[in-house]
């Protein structure tokens, strides 16, 4: 039998590299653009915003219900300890020495922030979340995939996966948007008796947040939290200890969407460039097993080879 041409097979395995490298180029193309357009929704000057005093927060879980209540989650009586399908919102509670050797208990109302710069948006492939010109940011069940990377790339560990249900779907507060339309408050806001929440215009809500820190000096840290953080939130804090003691992520003044933005860019890359070289050389050798002879077929996967 002759022997295999080596230039032809070298040319097949650069055609087949070649192709895989056409149509990663033209699906980084399409990517990029979806990417852009995805993070890049334009947000009014007018947007929402939730203002949180924790000075004032007693712990009541009031909030916590209503949300259940509102979003139609499971087991309604059932007070919340973290973020997920059945919680959008919880109280976290956090015991901190202060100056004096007490111990003090400290209630944070932990849910979406609403990035003004969703990094969860950015990494979503196919747009099933997305940054409202009003400020929430909301979700559609009917493009998601369960891919999860928006987990990955919110830097307050937000989203979650409902692992019980085999769409695998994710779950976030939307900041009612639903009861928004309607003309109602969020449903957390309507329902703090110690008026802890406020809901309102965010650059409103931030000209009060600094009219407080600057009338009550020994109340609240010189810090509101939201501001700049991770280029900015629609949900802001004041605290009367610093936030680092809370446990807020440390995220400085810089969007976090162009880290994830970068990720994903590469995704399709790898991936196509990985499908391309391992297709091509398997094309490769498959050509060269047949020009030897060398192919094995099994008749039965447990009975060894038969080789032609």
Not at 60 to 69: N, P, R, Y
Not at 122 to 147: H, M, N, Q
């Amino acid at each position: 039998m002759s022997m295999p041409n080596p230039n032809l097979s070298r040319r097949d395995l650069l055609k087949g590299v070649g192709a895989g490298v056409a149509a990663l180029a033209a699906a980084t193309a399409i990517g990029a653009g979806t990417e852009s357009a995805q993070a890049s929704n334009p947000v009014s000057e007018d947007a929402y915003g939730l203002l949180i005093d924790l000075t004032r927060c007693t712990g009541c879980e009031s909030c916590t219900f209503a949300c259940k209540e509102a979003n139609n989650r499971p087991h309604p009586t059932r007070m919340p300890i973290q973020l997920d399908s059945d919680a959008y919102s919880f109280i976290d509670k956090r015991q901190v020495e202060n100056s004096v050797g007490d111990v003090d208990t400290h209630y944070i109302k932990r849910q979406c922030m609403h990035c003004l710069h969703p990094a969860c948006v950015s990494a979503c492939t196919v747009g099933a979340l997305r940054k409202t010109a009003e400020g929430p940011v909301v979700y559609d069940s009917e493009k998601c995939i369960g891919c999860r990377y928006c987990q990955y790339a919110c830097p307050f560990g937000v989203p979650t996966y409902e692992w019980e249900n085999p769409l695998g779907l994710i779950h976030k507060c939307e900041m009612c948007t639903s009861r928004l339309a309607e003309g109602e408050l969020p449903a957390c806001v309507g329902s703090c008796p110690n008026g802890a929440l406020r809901f309102g215009k965010r650059h409103e809500l931030m000209a009060q947040a600094k009219a407080r820190v600057k009338s009550n000096p020994g109340r609240y840290v010189n810090h509101i939290y939201g501001e700049d953080e991770a280029g900015g939130t629609s949900v802001l804090y004041l605290s009367p200890i610093p936030f680092g003691l809370l446990n807020f992520p440390d995220l400085g003044d810089e969007s976090i969407p162009h880290h994830a933005e970068a990720v994903m860019e590469q995704t399709p890359i790898i991936a196509l460039t990985v499908a391309s070289i391992v297709t091509a050389l398997h094309l490769f050798m498959q050509r060269r097993q047949m020009v030897h002879g060398e192919v094995t077929v099994h008749a039965d996967p447990n009975k060894p080879g038969v080789e032609l």
